[in-house]
């Protein structure tokens, strides 16, 4: 079945720094969406990608949905500690626009 | 708040109890999912309507749980006989049914089943 492989799975990071996480499946998809979860809550969308090549930013996110349609990457630049948590990718399956799998999770750790 | 709520947040149950979760989506939205995270793992989806049908249920349902939309608004879910293997998050989303369309998600429910 179609799988989302993240990496790298943690890291740590100082304060000001810029992070890159990637997220590569075996299979196209079509839309590529990155979320934040902080513990114990929901995850909040960050970036939508809808189009191969396509590269978008949110403040100080860049995402960028990959020419091969089998990868997607986030930047975050200048960390601030409230970037701490775990980033997922998700993404629709081809059974249908409505069900999305998931990614295995970035943790973010932040260091002042 | 515009947003997907959920309710409750946390639910500590004995094992064989019944539990419900309520989930009420982005008022505009037609389209509800339910996911259920274990630690560590991404969500995972479990079930979703359109309006009030359901359209599709995952493997991962099993008989002991049940999932409803009366009124095409908000949802329920119901866990009947709790397992411990029950405890997880369980996510709610919604979104508006489209060729492209963006899912959000509420807060969650955390269950612990003793």
């Known amino acids: 079945g179609q799988q989302l492989n993240q990496s790298p799975q943690s890291m740590f990071i100082q304060e000001g720094e810029d992070v890159s996480m990637n997220c590569t499946s075996s299979?196209?998809?079509?839309?590529w969406l990155w979320y934040k979860q902080d513990p114990g809550e929901g995850p909040v969308l960050l970036i939508a990608l809808y189009k191969a090549g396509e590269l978008t930013s949110n403040g100080r996110l860049t995402a960028q949905f990959g020419i091969t349609r089998k990868d997607s990457f986030l930047n975050i630049s200048a960390s601030i500690p409230s970037d701490v948590g775990i980033y997922f990718c998700?993404?629709?399956?081809?059974?249908?626009?409505?069900?999305?799998?998931f990614g295995t999770g970035t943790r973010l750790k932040v260091l002042a | 708040d515009t947003g997907v709520s959920q309710d409750p947040r946390h639910k500590i149950t004995k094992r064989g109890q019944n539990v419900t979760f309520r989930c009420d989506p982005i008022?505009?939205?037609?389209?509800l999912y339910w996911y259920r995270q274990t630690l560590g793992q991404g969500p995972e989806f479990l079930t979703y309507f359109q309006n009030e049908a359901q359209l599709e249920k995952s493997r991962l349902l099993s008989d002991r749980f049940s999932a409803e939309r009366p009124k095409g608004s908000f949802s329920t879910l119901e866990i009947q006989r709790t397992e411990q293997g029950d405890s997880a998050m369980y996510l709610c989303?919604?979104?508006?049914?489209?060729?492209?369309?963006?899912?959000?998600f509420g807060p969650g429910t955390r269950l612990l089943v003793l």
């Open positions: 998700a993404g629709p399956t081809t059974s249908g626009t409505y069900k999305y799998i």
């Open positions: 008022s505009e939205h037609n389209r």
């Open positions: 299979s196209i998809f079509n839309t």
């Open positions: 989303a919604s979104s508006l049914a489209s060729i492209v369309e963006t899912q959000y």
